[in-house]
């Protein structure tokens, strides 16, 4: 079993930055895929960033291209995002994710992760 647990996200001013942490505990082996996703009330959850299992690659939604940076620490076994320049339509609640898959590339899809966080809310004010 794999534990995650988010944290971070909270209150911030259009332009702000902000950064989310997600702790992996439980099972953390072998190396898994991770990722970020998020969601708005009334909408489809939808991927924003991930790493692959071999750390080696990583991917980012176009609307978080150049503004958000997905990375992963072994040692602390945490999963981080920073978020810069936000925007009031970045608000949502982000979730970190695994993927169990044996594949290299990076998973983009709800379906291809297996264990989910509960999630943290990011509200952006203009």
């Known amino acids: 079993q794999v534990q995650l647990t988010e944290s971070g996200g909270g209150l911030v001013q259009a332009g702000g930055s902000t950064n989310l942490s997600c702790l992996i505990s439980?099972?953390?082996?072998?190396?898994?895929?991770m990722g970020w996703f998020r969601q708005a009330p009334g909408k489809e959850r939808e991927f924003v960033a991930g790493?692959?299992?071999?750390?080696?690659?990583?991917s980012y939604a176009n609307s978080v291209k150049g503004r958000f940076g997905i990375s992963k620490d072994k040692v602390t076994n945490t999963m981080y995002l920073e978020m810069e320049r936000l925007q009031p339509e970045d608000t949502c609640v982000y979730s970190c994710a695994v993927g169990l898959l044996t594949t290299n590339t990076v998973l983009t899809l709800v379906d291809d992760y297996s264990y989910w966080g509960q999630g943290t809310q990011v509200t952006v004010s203009s």
């Open positions: 439980g099972r953390t082996y072998p190396p898994f895929a």
């Open positions: 790493i692959s299992r071999t750390e080696l690659s990583t």
